[in-house]
């Protein structure tokens, strides 16, 4: 479910009470739902999966940088079914460009400290997510050049710690804008592999989901066939 412009805002726990249930569920997806983390008893895989089956859009309100929303941020890197939750895209894009030694700007010293703590731990996710997502796009790269989205599959990358949900801090304004940049600013390994045919949303192939939407691959493709549009004319 993407960001959208909701109706109703409420300022929530999770889980919901039994009266917010009932004042909340059938029209709960008109709500965008601020949920106090540092409150909630679900927690990790538990809240996700909570989220999910209720089929709400939320938002977290964050006041601590702690072992409870590290869980939480893996999890929802691996998790096999697709959750937007704007802060937790945030921090994986803050992440992901602080390890490849890009330059985020001023941010808060306890999130700093948080997120230098978190790529230590956890090395080998953001390792691999990095090549996840260099991977994309070197893809769907060629697919721009070529128009071939099929390539053979390679043995070097298994991906094993990122799920489906991966795709989703692609809703954070500055995702598409680190992509761009993570070449330039690590080494990073790139595979010709079958990464846009390894994840399916709703029956549909990652590839198929980029081409429905407005990115930066889109409008590559829209801006080369309007040049060949005016050559052929040109020619005509």
């Known amino acids: 479910m993407e960001n959208e412009n909701y109706n109703k805002m409420a300022e929530i726990k999770i889980p919901l009470t039994e009266e917010e249930l009932d004042l909340y569920f059938d029209d709960i997806e008109d709500y965008s739902f601020i949920v106090d983390f540092d409150k909630c008893e679900y927690t990790g895989k538990k809240m996700l999966n909570y989220i999910y089956n209720s089929g709400m859009f939320c938002e977290l309100n964050l006041s601590q940088f702690d072992e409870k929303l590290e869980e939480l941020l893996m999890e929802y ?61 070197y893809q769907m790269a060629k697919i721009i050049a070529e128009g071939d989205g099929t390539f053979e599959q390679t043995p070097e990358l298994k991906v094993k710690k990122i799920g489906v949900n991966f795709i989703t801090i692609r809703y ?10 993570l070449e330039d ?28 939407e407005f990115n930066p691959f889109t409008v590559a493709i829209f801006a080369i066939e309007k040049d060949k549009k005016q050559g052929e004319d040109n020619h005509g």
């Not at 954070?172 to 940049?181: G, R, S, T």
């Not at 595979?191 to 045919?197: F, G, H, K, S, T």
Request: hydrophobic share 40%.
């Open 77 to 137: 890197i691996r998790f096999d079914r697709t959750v937007n939750i704007p802060v937790l895209n945030a921090l994986w894009c803050r992440i992901l460009t602080i390890y490849c030694g890009g330059d985020f700007g001023q941010i808060d010293e306890k999130q700093q400290e948080f997120i230098n703590h978190f790529i230590k731990k956890h090395e080998d996710t953001v390792e691999e997510l990095v090549i996840v997502l260099k991977s994309m796009e």
């Open 172 to 181: 954070d304004e500055l995702f598409w804008e680190m992509i761009a940049h």
């Open 185 to 212: 600013l690590r080494k990073v390994k790139v595979y010709d592999c079958n990464i846009l045919n390894d994840f399916c949303y709703e029956g549909r192939k990652l590839s198929a989901m980029l081409m429905e």
